[in-house]
Nanobody
Framework: QVQLAESGGGLVQAGDSLTVSCAAS????????MGWFRQAPGKDRQFVAA????????EFADSVRGRFNISRDNVKNTMYLQMDNLKPEDTAIYYC???????????????????WGQGTQVTVSS
């Protein structure tokens, strides 16, 4: 069992930067690929980024590529999402997720993840 807890959300202005974190506890963190998803009111949960177990490979949604970066610290059991040049359309609840496999195959599909955090709100004002 893996428990995930997001932190670092908040209210920022367009163009600002923000980093959200996901702390993992429980077993098997080192072999889990992990990802970030977001959900805005009235919309489906959307893939944002994913990182493999080692941190050497990552994937990004087209809407955030070049502005967001994903990383992980397997010593601290923590994953990060650094968000730069934030836009109002980035406003959403951000969720971290972990999957039982280590790679990034189908990483953009929410149902491939086994564990989810409770989410952290990110609001970007114009």
């Amino acid at each position: 069992q893996v428990q995930l807890a997001e932190s670092g959300g908040g209210l920022v202005q367009a163009g600002d930067s923000l980093t959200v974190s996901c702390a993992a506890s429980g077993r098997i963190f080192l072999t889990n690929a992990m990802g970030w998803f977001r959900q805005a009111p009235g919309k489906d949960r959307q893939f944002v980024a994913a990182i493999d177990w080692s941190g050497s490979s990552s994937e990004f949604a087209d809407s955030v590529r070049g502005r967001f970066n994903i990383s992980r610290d397997n010593v601290k059991n923590t994953m990060y999402l650094q968000m730069d040049n934030l836009k109002p359309e980035d406003t959403a609840i951000y969720y971290c997720a972990a999957r039982s496999r280590a790679d990034l195959i189908a990483a953009e599909i929410p149902t491939t993840y086994n564990y989810w955090g409770q989410g952290t709100q990110v609001t970007v004002s114009s």
